[in-house]
């Protein structure tokens, strides 16, 4: 049996729409998990109450929930975070193969009993809380791009505050 050409060319056009929806739906999939893992952290309104001209600043909040994917979020597209305003809990982590930098983290699991850190390098001017210290840590992402090999946020610390009750040390996502 032969198919006549405008048969052939129907079927043609209706393989092509399937592509186009097909590639319509992935993408807009993929666009909607990129907003909600954006989204999975929190925004609180702070008022600075440091001078007479008050006024509401945006702090983005990481809890438990998508802790890791947050953070390395952050690492992905870290000039979309530049200069904002971030508050989290975690440990305190000291780096010793990078100069003993001090690390806001959690413990991050993902298969059995395998788990490895995860966090933000931080800058601090006070006195070094100890190793292991739970803690709430609040300031602005700055980007280290003093290697352009190794471009990455950090977060430059306003205030710091110990906490005698820990958090959830491990996170999963």
Do not use: H
């Not at 052939?8 to 729409?17: D, P, T, V």
């Not at 003093?146 to 999963?172: A, C, F, Q, R």
């Amino acid at each position: 049996m032969k198919i006549n050409t405008k048969v052939k060319k129907i079927i043609f056009i209706i393989i092509l729409l399937l592509i186009f929806i097909i590639v319509g739906i992935v993408i807009a999939i993929s666009t909607t998990k990129s907003k909600e893992v954006n989204s999975n952290s929190e925004t609180e309104n702070i008022v600075n109450t440091g001078n007479s001209n008050e006024k509401k600043v945006s702090t983005m909040i990481i809890r438990d929930n998508y802790f890791a994917t947050t953070l390395n979020d952050m690492f992905l597209n870290y000039n979309q975070y530049k200069g904002k305003q971030l508050s989290y809990e975690g440990f305190i982590y000291y780096d010793e193969s990078n100069n003993n930098t001090m690390i806001v983290a959690r413990y991050y699991y993902c298969c059995g009993t395998d788990s490895y850190i995860v966090g933000m390098e931080c800058e601090y001017d006070g006195e070094k809380p100890e190793k292991e210290q739970w803690i709430k840590v609040t300031g602005i992402i700055e980007i280290n791009d003093k290697n352009p090999k190794e471009i990455y946020p950090y977060l430059k610390v306003t205030s710091l505050e110990l906490k005698d009750e820990k958090g959830n040390m491990y996170v999963n996502n």
